[in-house]
């Protein structure tokens, strides 16, 4: 059986449940991912990106490049890019919850993600850094 998955959708759901079970890091790309650690739309952005979200990750990119929400750095800006410009793949991870009794929650890797195209919107950004 075959199951189709936005992807996306996925990659923030993923980033969500990383970030209640407490199995994430704390920060992505010097954004502080702790409740009240940075502006809440720049907290889910910095999370979506980190799940692997590209659009998210150029988001975050052009956020950086511009000091929206955040001290500039183009040097953050144009690793995201970078990031959002390469295609990737890799294991696809779920989130599954406590079954309770004091078993913890885990993150299982569960198949391959099947490849994700880089953007080309963030390879226009690229052209910036190597300039």
């Given at each position: 059986m075959k199951i189709n998955v936005n992807m996306p959708c996925l990659s923030a759901l993923l980033a969500a449940a990383l970030?209640?079970?407490?199995?994430?890091?704390?920060?992505?790309?010097?954004?502080?991912?702790k409740?009240?650690?940075?502006?809440?739309?720049?907290?889910?952005?910095?999370?979506?990106?980190?799940?692997?979200?590209?659009?998210?990750?150029?988001?975050l990119g052009i956020r950086f490049l511009n000091g929206q929400g955040m001290t500039a750095d183009e040097r953050l800006a144009c690793n995201l890019f970078r990031l959002s410009a390469s295609d990737s793949g890799g294991p696809l991870w779920i989130?599954?919850?406590?079954?309770?009794?004091?078993?913890?929650?885990?993150?299982?890797?569960?198949?391959s993600a099947p490849p994700a195209a880089g953007l080309a919107s963030a390879r226009v950004w690229l052209e910036r850094c190597a300039s």
């Open positions: 970030l209640m079970s407490g199995c994430a890091s704390q920060q992505y790309m010097g954004v502080s991912l409740p009240g650690g940075a502006d809440p739309a720049v907290q889910a952005l910095a999370a979506r990106a980190s799940a692997g979200d590209k659009q998210a990750q150029l988001d989130y599954t919850p406590s079954p309770g009794g004091g078993a913890p929650a885990r993150v299982l890797p569960v198949q």
